[in-house]
């Protein structure tokens, strides 16, 4: 970091991006997001834009308790059995793979 001035930028950027995520600190959205810009980092600058143009979806997502992380993860899943099983079965063995739980002890 000490040989090149926009590492550093970006590296305390990105820290203060995941601290914020992590705990839910909605309020320091917006300072973040000039502080990007102001950054002079292109992928900084990109992803702050991006950021940008759902800022609202970001704010709440940063300042309610709710997740559909549960919800993606169960649609992840289900598409990788899909596409492991593509062409080679049919429907009764694809919701047996679905359905299936291992034991756990």
């Given at each position: 970091m000490a040989a090149d001035k926009q590492v550093e930028?970006?590296?305390?950027?990105?820290?203060?991006?995941v601290k914020?995520?992590?705990?839910?600190?909605?309020?320091?959205?917006?300072?973040?997001l000039?502080?990007?810009v102001a950054s002079s980092v292109r992928s900084l600058i990109s992803f702050a834009n991006g950021i940008r143009q759902d800022y609202?979806?970001?704010?709440?997502?940063?300042?309610?308790?709710?997740?559909?992380g549960q919800v993606e993860g169960q649609v992840n899943r289900?598409?990788?059995?899909k596409r492991?099983?593509?062409?080679?079965?049919?429907?009764?063995?694809?919701?047996?793979r679905v359905l299936y739980r291992p034991v756990t002890i």
């Open positions: 930028v970006t590296a305390q950027l990105s820290e203060r991006f914020m995520v992590k705990q839910q600190e909605s309020d320091k959205l917006e300072q973040w000039k502080d990007a609202s979806a970001v704010h709440n997502a940063l300042s309610s308790i709710w997740s559909n289900l598409k990788f059995i492991i099983m593509c062409g080679r079965a049919n429907f009764d063995l694809l919701r047996k």
